[in-house]
Each structure stands twice: as C-alpha cells, then as structure tokens.
C-alpha cells in the first residue's frame, strides 16, 4: 500500500488524482496526516467552497476583555517556542493567577482552535498561553513539519517553564488542554512533569495508535509494515539529496467521492472558516507531516502508564458524533481517579475546535476552577 506523497517543490498544477481511505475503515485522520492511503493527492484550490459556520464557529474570536502578547522562550533542546499570552485585561499583577498552556490541533498552528480555548478561558480570568508546536507555525524546527513526539510533549514542560516563572502566575496553579493530537502530546508530558496540576483534553487523538491502527483498528498489520517500509526507503533518497516528501494532511479539493471525515477537516482547514497558512509555510504544505517523520508516531504510546498522572484530574471532552471518540473513552477507561468524561451530543470531532456554542465552555472554566483551587 502506497503513502500519498507530496514533493516539496511540486506545483499545485502537477498534483492531480485523489486519496482514497482504508477499506473498512469509514475513517481516516486528514488533517492529522494518519491516513493509510492508496493514490495521489489532489491540491488545486476549491473556490466554491462555502464554510459551514453553523453553531457559532468562530475560530478567529478575540475579546475585548482580554490582552494578547506574542512571546517566545527556549525547551531544553534550546529550540524556541513562540506562543500568544493572553490575559484578562483587569489582571491584578501583584497576585498570583492560575494559568492554562492551550495545544492545537496536529497539523495547526496556534491560529487554529488554540487562540480561540485561550482567548476564551482568559475571559474567565486563566492567564493563557498558547503554542505553535515545534516543527510547525513560528516555533523552532527543521525540517518543517517534522513529526518528533518526545519534543511535542516538551513545547507542553517549556510553556509550564515559562508561566511559572511569570511573576503574576501562580506555579501551583498551572493546567494545560490539549486539542485534537495535543491531547495526547500533553498525556505523554504530564505523565513527567507533576507541574501541570490538570489535564483537559477535547477531541482527543491518540497519535501512536492512529498511526499504527488507524480508526477502529482498521489498518493490519501488513500495511503498518508498508508504510514503514517506504518512510525508510524515502530516508535514503532525501540523504542522497532528493527533495523532502509530506504525507497525510487534509485534501485541497472536494469531488463527489471525497470522504465524509475529509470533507469534516476540509470545511476548517480548507475555507475562510478555520484557514490560516503561516509565514514559515505554504498553502501546499499546511497539515501534512514529512513522509519519513510521520512513522515515529508508531513507537508513541501516550496512554501507557496514563494511570500514574493521578491524584492529578484529567477531564476528557468528545462529541458523541465524534469519529476520535475511541481514544477518549480508552484514555479514560485507563486513567485512574479522579477522572471525568464528557460527551458533548450531537458534536463531531472538528466541531469542537471552533464551534462555540457546542464547546462546553462552562465546563471546562469550573473543572480548573475547581481542580487548581481557585476561586469560584
């Protein structure tokens, strides 16, 4: 089975044909370049394209209660992280404020759903600070777009580093929420690094089983051991010089055969809704990971040891149309107390990243209120 490539130098008009998704699967992650797929990818542009804004999707939300800062600080690998620090605009300074560090996407760039659980939780009084991951928007990393989960979890340790050494951040109030492939990301930091004293997660996925599984288990082992095989053979070109490959990623057009989860990722990626391309990218290449990177998601198992992050609360947020809601159910049969899952009805899996009459946003403002003993 092929991997859809994509050569970093190839112009849109040459990448012609479509993806097709896994038989048996009815699923597929677009956006968060986990899709076993047969065929090659098309990327001319859907001008007709309307986005679907219903249930008050508003991704580029901001407030006027709320004061945004560019900042950037250094992990331990000395690559920096850049992010937005949003504060209440009426922030006493002489205290101390609980802070939250927002994820995105796998895929995103903070402009993408983070921004929006940030500048949100900020209008509740959270110090919040969300992050571009390393690799992608304008934090550290080459070559772009690279899949490197062990340096994911640490952008989640750098950004607590950074907010607990913030006179006006309370160190022993710091939680953190992860979004879509974030979510496992903060699991895999939090289970090392007792400073993220909560744990929320929406539309989680688990990236180590996507990729090795694909959605309910839908992929065999025989085309786990393909895709292997060609992200190695892939490694020996690009060191003999060829140009980088991506894979994955949400589709640039639709057509009559295009895959309901597609089209899911498409309306946010792809229209005016959710679309953002930073300086650092292309429109060609947003969301899709580096073809030889990707398969390191393979050895990512977030979810071992999940347990040992208690007496810390994780809270788990899914749509119950949500296609990623087996990972939030698994991630919390195995975590241990305190715990809570909480299913939004009629939501999808993209439909929490932006939509915010179906984010739960009380919810989520009480569940840190209470978890980092602030006041109510």
Known sequence: MNMPILNGDENLAELTGRRDFLVKAGTGVAALGVL??????????DVHAVPDLSNGADNFYTSALVTVQKVS???????????????????????????LVVGH???????????????????????????????????????RNTVAPDIYAEAFSAAVDFLGTRPFVNREQ?????????????????????????IATVSMYDMGAANRDALNHSQTLAQRKTIIADAAEQRYAEFSGAPIKYTGGTDHVLNAQTHPIQREFYDFYRT??????????????????TL????????????????????????????????????????????????ELHIIPGAGHVDLYDRVNLIPWSKLTSFFQRTLNTAS
């Not at 690559?79 to 101390?96: A, E, I, Q, W, Y």
């Not at 895999?188 to 909560?198: E, G, L």
């Not at 005016?272 to 990971?289: A, V």
């Open 105 to 143: 996407p796998m895929g995103a760039v903070k402009e993408q759903s983070s921004n929006l659980y940030a500048t949100k939780m900020a209008e509740q009084g959270f110090v919040t600070l969300s992050i571009d991951q390393s690799f992608w928007g304008e934090s550290d990393g080459q070559p």
């Open 36 to 45: 076993s797929a047969t065929g090659s990818a098309a990327f001319a542009a």
């Open 292 to 339: 030889t990177s990707n398969v390191k998601f393979m050895n990512f198992y977030p979810f071992n040891d999940i347990e040992t992050i208690s007496p810390r609360p994780m809270l788990f947020i899914t749509g119950d149309k949500a296609h990623s809601k087996e990972f939030s159910e698994l991630a919390y049969k195995l975590a241990a107390e305190p715990k």
């Open 174 to 198: 710091i939680g953190a929420i992860g979004i879509c492939g974030s979510g496992s990301f903060v699991i895999s930091a939090a289970k090392i690094d007792p400073r993220m004293k909560a």
């Open 272 to 289: 005016p809704r959710g679309e953002y391309t930073p300086k650092s990218s292309t429109r060609l290449l947003t969301t899709h990971p």
């Open 73 to 99: 600080f250094k992990n331990q690998y000395q690559m920096k992280v850049v992010g937005n620090l949003f504060t209440p605009k009426n922030l006493d300074r002489s205290k101390k404020t609980a802070a």
